[in-house]
């Protein structure tokens, strides 16, 4: 059931200031990810102003696999090139009867109190914990001088972000590690978990009933990873696994899809494991033409390594598909599967728990098709326009509340 909509004046415009690199192509395009247009197409449509991105002048792509470009007149909302450290400190006409959801940025610090100023409101959007952020930075820089004066920076970093967010009207948060740790700090908070999966897209019960028929009698369990093949994704521990799994006699297969600077080391690693019978990599797949179908109907279940906390679109997404996780016990992961019960929580980095978790699942079919189950209904209460619904309407009452003040 969705909430009344709660409209606020036609006039007021929604900003959108994204951490993406602002990029033309010679065509005059934009470049940017598919999934972020997507989102933010759902704003326009449920909208009652002018809509506008704003983003810094880039010059390197993304790692997004699903970039492209887009031509503005394809594009319901218009995009503009902002300096975010002048509007942070000076303002500008963007601020003026607006309602801005805002990265949170170290660059756009002193915006709540230029929107509080010029007539504007600012709601922050945050996705990372201080805890994710130093794993990520470990995963880049390792043990060593970089690492520490990295984490100084983080820290201090993390004082000036929670006197943005107190500062802030609002503040929505994308998964339950940055609401926990975030949420107190402001007037208005909201958690959310972002994902590009439509209910017309999620699993049915029949998909999942033809699954497990397929299961009880071949008895070869589909494993998936996809993903960018990142370090930071944990994805070198994916090949170590299936090798305990090979050891433990686990009847299975291994399918991995996606791409990035990681590939040739797990070509390496099944190579060097004889493991090309049951380990296949499948290269990016197409979201909604490949990759779901497949969840859907193919895939028994998810491999999550993740050695960090980031609110991965790839959690939500795998249970739509109604196929449940055995992961790693990141920040993300930990909290989403305490509230979804879709899954199993295994120590991090270390890829025997993983195989443990995978072989004890293997011999319990009824147990897994009762994971398979909570993934979906929890899933179908977070569909993609259920959460930018919600996700709307706070910033509606938001506006709602500013006009009626005198």
Known sequence: MHEPSIEPLRDWRLVVLA???GIRT???????PAKFVTGVKRYAERWHGPVVVGLEVGHKPTGDLDNRSWHPDELPFEVQLVDFRELAR??????????VLATLNHLLYGLGHRCDEQGGILVVNAELTLKTQFQ???SVHGWGTALAKTGLWLLRNHGR????IRSAQGLQCNGTPTFEALARHSRAPMLYFDNRVSHEHCVSPEDIDARFESL???????LMF??????IKGVHHLVPMAHLLRERNVDFELRIAGDGPMRDLLEHQIAAHGLHG???LLGTLDFLDQLMPMLKREVDLFVCPHLQGDPSCSYLETLCGGVPIVGYANEAWQGLQRLSSAGRVCALGRPEALAAAIEALSSDLDGLRALSNHARDFALQHVFEVEFERRVLHLQRLCTAAQRQP
């Open 26 to 32: 010679p065509e005059g395009d934009w470049l940017l």
């Open 161 to 164: 972000a929670l006197r943005e």
């Open 19 to 21: 951490s993406l690199p």
């Open 216 to 222: 009880s009698h071949d008895r070869t369990l589909r």
């Open 278 to 280: 049951q380990v296949r």
């Open 136 to 138: 990520i930075a470990r």
């Open 90 to 99: 000076n303002g500008g006409a963007l601020l003026h009867h607006s309602i």
């Open 226 to 231: 996809s993903g960018r093949l990142h370090p």
